[in-house]
C-alpha cells in the first residue's frame, strides 16, 4: 500500500493571488548534487515525473499553516506551497527544514519575512519583546495606536502578533465589544473596529486560526460591523444568521466536515463583504487569507472524496431519471451548470494532456465500432455518440449569442487536431493515427453546418449567430489546411468543400466573406497542383472574382484581400492559374487599372504563351543569362573587345556557346524566330508602356462591372462599359500626380543595359539591378552582328 503520509499536492501562487494546483505526487527531502544542498523533491504519482526540485535555503522564511501545509518564497514573486494528506507527513518535513535552518520545530515561521534597515534592527533588538497594554476599556484607544503604529514595521508586525498569540488576547478584546455593545459605547466600537482590521493586516496564520474559530468568528464580525466611516453600522451577523441558511440536499454525517464548510463560507464573506477593499499596499497583507479560504476548500473537496456514502447519494439520485427538475437544481446540476462544468473538466484534461485525450477518444471509436457491429447483427442502431463529436455538437448548438462556449470548445479541438503536440514513437505515429480516425468519424460532424447553409448561390441563412459558427469551423478548416497534408487535401477535393465556402462570399456579414476569402487563400499560398487543378476544373475564381466587382469603388478590407490574393499568384509566377484567369476573367478585369496586379497578370500570361510557340526563344535567353558579366567599369572596354575578338578555336574547354550541329545553320535559320518575336513585340510595345506608365500615387478609379452568368460550366464574364472619370481618379485627364495625366513625365528607375561600341563590335553589359525582364536583352540582341549571334544558339 503506497505511504500516504508524504502524499501531497504542490500549489503555486499566480500573478492573481490565486494558488494553482500543479499536481499530486510524494514529498521526500535529501542531498542534491546539482544544487549543493539538503533540497525538497516531489514525485507525481502518475508517472514518477519531478514535479518540484527545492534546495532548502538558510535564509527561506518557511511557514507551517494549519497543521498540514508549509509555504515558502522562492522569489520575489514566486510563492510555493506543500499540502498534505497527513498531519504526521507535514510534521516530518518541518522538522527536516528546521533542522537544515537550525531551528526550533515547535515555531510556525523559520525566518522574518522582510528584512529591515540596520538602525530599526538595533532599536527593536534592545526590547526583545512588545509588551502591550492591559485589556482595558479606557485603554482601547491606546491599543488601537499601537496596532497602528507596527504596520509598517515588519519586525514590530512580528512582535505584535507574538504578543497576541501568547498572551490569548484576541478572546479578550471580543469580551470587551460585548461590554462596549452592551453600553453602547460607540467610540469603543470603533477603537475595536481599528484593532480587529489591524489584526487582519498582521497576515498571520496563528491568528486568523483563533479569529475564525466557532466561538470567536461571529464576535469579529460583529466588530467590523462599527466602521468609523459610516454612520450606522452594518447588519452582517442578522445576515449570517437569519437571512442566510445552510441547506443539505443530501446529508452530511461527518461533523468536522460540516463545520469546516461553515468556517469556509463565513470567512469568505469577511473577505468579500465585511472587509474594506484593500488599498495597494494593504493587498499582500491579506495573502494568507486568500490562502487560509482555498485551502480549506481543497479541505473541504478532499473530505467529501473519501466520503463513499455522500457520492453514491448524489450520483445515484443525478442519474434516476425519476428525479424531478426541483431536485435537479437543488442539487446544483442545471442543464447550463452541467454544460459548464463539464467543459472546465475538458478543458483541464486537453491543456494538461492532450495526447492522453486523444487516445481515450481512438479507443471509444474502436469500443464503438466493435458494438456497432454486433448490434448490426441483431439489427440494432448504435445511438451512443463518440465524446469528441459530443463536444462539436454542443459547440454547435451553443445558444449564447456571443458563442463564448463555442469558442472555448472550437479552441480545445485546435488543440487536439495541431500536430506539434503529437507524439511519435518507432512503433506508430500519433499525428497519423489520429488524423485518419478525425477525418474518418468526426470531420463530418464538424462540417455539417458549413454544408447544410451552403446549398444555393448564396447562404440559406445569414442570421449573425450563424455567421459567427461558420467563421470558427472555417477558421479550423484554414488551421487543418496549414497543418495537416494529404487528410485535408482529400476531404476538401472530394467533398468539393472549397465551392461550398466560397458561397459564403456573398453572406452580408464581411467578416464571414473576409474568413472564406482566408480559406482559399491559404490553399493557394501551397502553391499545390493538385489543389490549382481543383480550383480550375471547378471554376472556383467566379466566387471572389464576382466578390470583387459586387465590391465596386469601395475601399475596404475585402478589395485589398482579393487584390492581394491575385498579386500573390503574380509574384510566385503560379503559371496554371494565371492562365486560368487570364483566359476566363481577363474581360472582367482588363479595366481595373489603379493596380497593375491584373495587367501584371496579363504580361506573365502573355510572356508564357510566347515561350510556349517559340521554345528556341526560350532557350536562347536561357544562354544569355548564363553568359553576362559583371565587371568593374575601368576593365570593361578591354574585355569586351578580347571576348569579341577571341576566334571559336581559341575557346577554352566550357566557354563554347554552340552545339556542333548549329554550327551548319545559316544566318536566315537563326534569325527567323527572332524576326517573328521582334514583330510582334513591336505590336504590343505601346500597350505594354501604358501598363508601365500608369502607376498612380494619388487616386483609384473603381469602374462599375456587371458579371453574367451562363448556364454552362464556364463562366462568362463581361464588363460594362467603365463609369464616368471622376476628379482625382487614376484615369481622370487632369488628376494632379496621375502618371498619365499631361504635364507629367513618369519615371522609369530601372537601369537598362548599356551596349558599348567599339570597332564596330557591340558588347552587352549587365548592372548589379538588371536583372527584371528578359524582353530587353532580346531588344539588344538586334545590334549583335550575325557573326557572334551563331554563338547563342542552342
Not at 202 to 216: D, G, I, K, Y
Not at 399 to 410: F, I, N, R, S
Not at 493 to 521: E, P, Q, T, Y
Request: proline share 4%.
Amino acid at each position: 500500500m503506497t505511504d500516504t503520509r508524504r502524499r501531497v499536492k504542490v500549489y503555486t501562487l499566480n500573478e492573481d493571488r490565486q494558488w494553482d494546483d500543479r499536481g499530486t505526487g510524494h514529498v521526500s527531502s535529501g542531498y542534491v548534487e546539482r544544487l549543493k544542498g539538503m533540497s525538497l523533491l516531489v514525485r507525481a504519482e502518475s508517472d514518477g515525473s519531478l514535479l518540484l526540485e527545492s534546495k532548502i535555503n538558510p535564509n527561506t522564511a518557511y511557514q507551517k499553516q494549519q497543521d498540514t501545509l508549509i509555504v515558502w518564497s522562492e522569489a520575489e514573486n514566486y510563492d510555493l506551497a506543500l499540502s498534505f494528506q497527513e498531519k504526521a507527513g507535514c510534521d516530518e518535513i518541518w522538522e527536516k527544514i528546521c533542522q537544515v535552518q537550525g531551528k526550533d520545530p515547535s515555531v510556525d515561521i523559520t525566518q522574518d519575512l522582510v528584512d529591515e534597515s540596520e538602525e530599526e534592527r538595533f532599536d527593536d533588538m534592545s526590547s526583545p519583546g512588545l509588551e502591550l497594554p492591559s485589556c482595558e476599556l479606557s485603554r482601547l484607544e491606546e491599543i488601537a495606536e499601537l496596532v497602528a503604529s507596527s504596520l509598517p514595521s515588519p519586525l514590530r508586525r512580528e512582535k505584535l502578533a507574538l504578543a497576541l498569540e501568547n498572551e490569548g488576547y484576541i478572546k479578550k478584546l471580543l469580551e470587551l465589544f460585548h461590554v462596549c455593545e452592551d453600553l453602547e459605547n460607540i467610540e469603543g466600537l470603533h477603537h475595536l473596529y481599528e484593532i480587529i482590521k489591524g489584526i487582519f493586516l498582521l497576515n498571520r496564520t496563528a491568528l486568523f486560526e483563533v479569529m475564525f474559530s466557532e466561538e470567536c468568528i461571529m464576535d469579529v464580525i460583529g466588530c467590523l460591523e462599527y466602521d468609523p466611516a459610516l454612520s450606522q453600522p452594518r447588519k452582517h451577523r442578522e445576515f449570517l444568521t437569519k437571512t442566510a441558511k445552510f441547506k443539505e440536499v443530501i446529508p452530511i454525517s461527518d461533523p468536522e466536515l460540516k463545520q469546516k464548510i461553515h468556517q469556509t463560507y463565513r470567512v469568505q464573506y469577511i473577505q468579500d463583504m465585511v472587509l474594506p477593499t484593500p488599498s495597494v499596499f494593504e493587498e499582500n497583507m491579506l495573502s494568507t487569507l486568500h490562502s487560509f479560504i482555498f485551502f480549506n476548500k481543497v479541505e473541504i473537496v478532499g473530505m467529501l472524496q473519501e466520503d463513499e456514502k455522500f457520492l453514491t447519494d448524489l450520483f445515484a439520485q443525478l442519474t434516476d431519471e425519476a428525479t424531478d427538475e426541483e431536485k435537479r437544481q437543488e442539487l446544483g446540476m442545471d442543464d447550463t451548470q452541467v454544460r459548464s462544468a463539464a467543459t472546465d473538466i475538458f478543458s483541464y484534461l486537453v491543456e494538461y494532456n492532450p495526447s492522453m485525450v486523444r487516445e481515450f477518444v481512438m479507443q471509444e471509436a474502436q469500443q464503438n465500432d466493435d458494438v456497432s457491429k454486433k448490434l448490426t447483427e441483431q439489427k440494432i442502431t448504435n445511438k451512443d455518440i463518440l465524446l469528441i463529436n459530443l463536444i462539436i455538437e454542443h459547440m454547435i448548438c451553443d445558444t449564447d449569442p456571443e458563442l463564448g462556449g463555442a469558442v472555448q470548445l472550437m479552441g480545445l479541438l485546435r488543440t487536439l487536431v495541431d500536430p506539434e503536440n503529437m507524439l511519435a514513437t518507432a512503433n506508430k505515429t500519433e499525428k497519423t493515427e489520429f488524423l485518419g480516425f478525425f477525418y474518418k468519424h468526426c470531420m463530418h460532424v464538424l462540417t455539417a453546418p458549413l454544408l447544410a447553409n451552403t446549398t444555393e448561390d448564396k447562404p440559406s441563412k445569414d442570421d449573425f449567430q450563424t455567421a459567427q459558427l461558420l467563421a470558427l469551423v472555417l477558421e479550423l478548416l484554414t488551421f487543418c489546411v496549414e497543418h495537416h497534408t494529404y487528410h485535408i487535401k482529400n476531404y476538401i477535393i472530394n467533398k468539393d468543400i472549397l465551392r461550398r465556402v466560397l458561397v459564403l462570399m456573398a453572406s452580408k456579414h464581411a467578416f464571414l466573406a473576409l474568413c472564406a476569402l482566408r480559406f482559399k487563400r491559404k490553399i493557394i499560398g501551397l502553391k499545390d497542383e493538385f489543389y490549382n487543378r481543383y480550383i480550375m476544373k471547378s471554376f472556383l475564381f467566379e466566387p471572389v472574382v464576382k466578390a470583387f466587382l459586387n465590391n465596386g469603388s469601395r475601399y475596404n478590407l475585402m478589395n485589398s484581400a482579393i487584390i492581394e490574393m491575385f498579386e500573390f499568384i503574380r509574384v510566385e509566377d503560379i503559371k496554371s492559374l494565371t492562365a486560368h484567369v487570364i483566359e476566363n476573367y481577363w474581360k472582367a478585369l482588363e479595366d481595373v487599372d489603379y493596380v497593375q496586379t491584373f495587367k501584371g497578370l496579363k504580361l506573365r500570361f502573355e510572356q508564357q504563351r510566347e515561350r510556349q510557340d517559340n521554345p528556341k526563344l526560350d532557350s536562347m535567353r536561357s544562354i544569355l543569362r548564363n553568359h553576362r558579366y559583371r565587371r568593374d567599369a575601368r576593365t570593361l572596354e578591354d574585355e569586351e573587345e578580347m571576348w569579341f575578338n577571341t576566334d571559336e578555336d581559341d575557346m577554352e574547354d566550357g566557354e563554347a556557346a554552340v552545339s556542333p550541329s548549329d554550327k551548319t545553320k545559316t544566318d536566315d535559320d537563326i534569325m527567323d524566330p527572332i524576326s517573328k518575336f521582334m514583330e510582334r513585340k513591336k505590336l504590343k510595345e505601346s500597350e505594354e508602356k501604358e501598363v508601365l506608365l500608369k502607376t498612380n500615387l494619388s487616386g483609384r478609379q473603381s469602374p462599375s462591372f456587371k458579371l453574367s452568368l451562363s448556364s454552362g460550366t464556364k463562366t462568362n464574364l463581361t464588363s460594362q462599359s467603365p463609369a464616368a472619370n471622376l476628379p482625382g481618379s487614376p484615369g481622370s485627364p487632369g488628376s494632379p500626380g496621375s502618371p498619365g495625366s499631361p504635364g507629367s513625365v513618369p519615371k522609369n528607375t530601372s537601369q537598362t543595359a548599356a551596349i558599348t561600341t567599339k570597332g564596330g563590335l557591340v558588347g552587352l553589359v549587365d548592372y548589379p539591378d538588371d536583372d527584371e525582364d528578359d524582353d530587353e536583352d532580346e531588344d539588344k540582341e538586334d545590334t549583335l552582328p550575325l557573326s557572334k549571334k551563331a554563338k547563342f544558339e542552342s
